[in-house]
């Protein structure tokens, strides 16, 4: 994972905010990088997907997007001193996080944008790693830490590297009633339909 990180998009310290600042300074960083060409387009698309593109993974804001305004797939990564809010949900839950992703991934990358994701999704539940990253009190701190450095993009995407363990799910004859209840009970924007 450290190969798809660069010094000057790790924004640490992190002097972010909110969520929306966040997802702002991180897009600021990846134009900056020279990555994107139109970073005005980037700012309306973040602006549009928050905060309905956010997973809240262990620790962390987890922002991803696939947007033609990128050629491969990028990443950005805020670590802040103190703990950011996310906007009220549904459900009047406040959610906090010091650690901000921002995954950008053309639309032909779906492999590797799933991947990535599945990458750092599992590099966040790591305690290991996200001791690391917290530690972080620079950008080469993060590039040094062995283990995020441990944590390797799979060389295939299987169900298991995106699926969420103990999820829940629907039968095929659940009401949608019932299923968009379960969803916004356990907060989540999608179910599977399983069977026997």
């Known amino acids: 994972l450290v190969a798809l990180l660069s010094e000057e998009r790790l924004l640490v310290p992190f002097k972010a905010k909110n969520l929306a600042d966040a997802a702002r300074l991180l897009a600021r960083a990846i134009v900056s990088s020279g990555v994107v060409a139109r970073g005005e387009k980037l700012d309306q698309i973040l602006t549009e997907a928050l905060p309905g593109d956010v997973v809240n993974v262990g620790p962390a804001f987890l922002l991803h997007l696939r947007t033609d305004t990128v050629p491969r797939v990028v990443v950005a990564m805020g670590i802040a001193g103190k703990a950011l809010q996310r906007e009220h949900d549904k459900a009047e839950k406040i959610k906090e996080a010091r650690i901000v992703l921002l995954i950008l991934a053309p639309p032909p990358e779906m492999s590797a944008y799933l991947q990535t ?23 080469n701190d993060v590039l040094q830490s062995e283990a995020l450095a441990g944590i ?45």
């Open 117 to 139: 994701l599945s990458a750092f999704a599992r590099a966040l539940n790591d305690e290991a790693v996200v001791e690391d990253l917290l530690a972080a009190r620079s950008p």
């Open 152 to 196: 390797e993009l799979p060389g295939h995407l299987t169900v298991r590297d995106v699926m969420v363990q103990g999820g829940i799910a629907v039968r095929p004859e659940t009401t949608l009633g019932e299923a968009s209840r379960l969803m916004v009970e356990h907060d989540v924007h999608a179910l599977p339909v399983v069977s026997e």
